[in-house]
């Protein structure tokens, strides 16, 4: 497939000029004005931006979680990404306590087969023991995964203890890898909960009440100085409040190796939804660390602005009304997570560059590019220079969309964009040379995306050179 983009404005986190492209069997061959030759597809991209497709560096596909399973599979969900503009996912292995961590890679590997866009790996350590030990090794050196990622959260299902997180944040630095945690301290969440119920509160109000900002703050402070006794970098995923902020900027001006993410919905929606009367939508934005105090989010957008937190995702992790309703009479039963792989960018776009909070080149940084830097993925991902990986969304500024379930490709019935115009959607998207939304129209495939090994940071050679492969092993070599 070859395939030339015409008159269109390149966008990447360092530059802004106009070119033509040539994609050619999913590589962007070239880059240069006034392209010509023969093509099976030429775009023409006056007026629009020619930028790295999103990646979102939190999703949970088809996840097995408090006694259900997420409603979006690999391929709708990587499908309604690419709607939205992604061209990648980086999704988490969770085994269950006990669970050997390679059986539960390969279970999560033949699951995403389906994936319609490219995708890659955390693994969670949920438990710990010598075989933990010695399998995170083998994943790093032989299945290209080099992140790790710690549940401080979920006491009696996946949490991490400290005394899980310091051997395998130590383990991590041996192998080069990246510790990730979800920072919130499991022990105050399930003290706060029982007294929510011994006070009579069983609604979804007690979600919030039971997972306050200093829940927060007390566990991304405890990782961030675990892992600076440790001297390993560490990733804080879906960072929600100033509490949680806080740490990583003082360990960041002190020279620590921290990084931070955000959440489309943390940076837009506040915690009055959990007071609505109606208990399905109030139920609907249960998710973890939940929506915050309004007060929160201009912290969390100067954050993005100065840097100190570097990425954007979605935590994408869809539970229908019939599987929220699990939780009817009590809060703590309703499975914990919210839609947004289908809005994340057209929300970043309309909220940060139409509002001058954000530049287009930062644009590209938060919703790409940094990703790919901080797992190891770029230039190949998150970048548009000829080599790359023809992942690939063009831009239309002024086109707008009114978020709906009901017009959603998200395989969930809810939206907590609901009714939100933004201005700024892709007009396509392209996954390795193909175009996959073109115009509306969604021509994902199941099953074309591919499995993206991430190299370890260390100067394991060896390691590094077998995960650069660029194509994915086939089944048959995992
Ligand atoms: N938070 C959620 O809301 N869902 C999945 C897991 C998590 O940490
Ligand atoms: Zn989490
Ligand atoms: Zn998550």
Wanted: aromatic share 8%.
């Amino acid at each position: 497939m070859k395939l030339i983009i015409k008159n269109g404005t390149v966008v990447t986190a360092d530059r802004t000029y106009k070119s033509d492209l040539i994609c050619c069997d999913g590589i962007i061959k070239k880059i240069g004005e006034n392209l010509e030759g023969k093509a099976d597809r030429v775009i023409d991209a006056e007026g629009k931006f020619i930028m790295p497709g999103g990646i979102d560096p939190h999703t949970h596909m088809e996840l097995p979680f408090m006694g259900t399973v997420a409603s979006e599979t690999f391929y709708t969900g990587t499908a309604a990404g690419a709607a939205g503009g992604n061209t990648m996912i980086i999704d988490f292995v969770i085994p269950n306590p006990g669970e050997n961590l390679l059986e539960a890679y390969k279970k999560w590997r033949g699951w995403a087969e389906k994936a319609a866009t490219d995708y890659s790996f955390h693994v969670a350590i949920t438990w710990w023991d010598e075989s933990v030990h010695a399998d995170m090794g083998t994943l790093v050196k032989e299945h290209g995964v080099n992140s790790f990622k710690h549940f401080m959260a979920y006491k009696g299902a996946i949490m991490a203890p400290d005394d899980t997180l310091v051997p395998s944040f130590k383990r991590c630095l041996e192998l080069g890898a990246i510790p990730t945690v979800h920072a919130e301290n499991g022990e105050l969440v399930y003290f706060l909960q029982k007294e929510m119920k011994n006070k009579g509160i069983y609604g979804p109000e007690g979600h919030p009440q039971s997972r306050p900002p200093m829940v927060e703050g007390e566990a991304a402070n405890r990782a961030i100085r675990l892992a600076q006794a440790i001297e390993v970098p560490i990733y804080v995923v879906h960072v929600s409040c100033q509490e949680a902020l806080e740490p990583i900027i003082r360990a960041r001006s002190e020279g620590q190796r921290v990084y931070g993410e955000c959440l489309a919905g943390h940076l837009e929606i506040d915690d009055s939804v959990y007071y609505n009367k109606d208990w399905a939508v109030a139920a609907a934005h249960v998710m973890s660390p939940p929506f915050r105090p309004k007060k929160h989010q201009e912290i969390l957008w100067k954050a993005l602005q100065s840097g100190n937190l570097q990425t954007t995702a979605t935590d994408h992790c869809c539970f229908c009304a019939d599987q929220k309703a699990m939780g009817k009479d009590d809060f703590s039963k309703i499975p914990n997570g919210t839609a947004g792989i289908e809005d994340r960018m057209a929300i970043l776009w309309d909220s940060g560059v139409n509002t001058g909070r954000l530049t287009m080149n930062e644009f590209v940084a938060v919703t790409s590019a940094n990703a790919a830097k901080i797992f190891n993925l770029y230039p190949r991902k998150g970048a548009i220079i000829e080599g790359a990986d023809a992942d690939i969304v063009i831009w239309d500024p002024e086109a707008e969309r009114t978020i709906s379930a009901k017009t959603h490709h998200q395989n969930v019935d809810f939206n907590i964009f609901e009714g939100r115009t933004v201005r700024g959607i892709p007009k396509y998207t392209i996954s390795r040379g193909n175009v996959i939304f073109d115009d509306g129209e969604l021509k994902a495939v199941e099953g074309a995306g591919r499995y993206i090994n991430r190299p370890p940071f260390n100067r394991d050679y060896e390691a590094v050179k077998k995960s650069l492969v660029f194509n994915a092993p086939k089944k048959a070599e995992r």
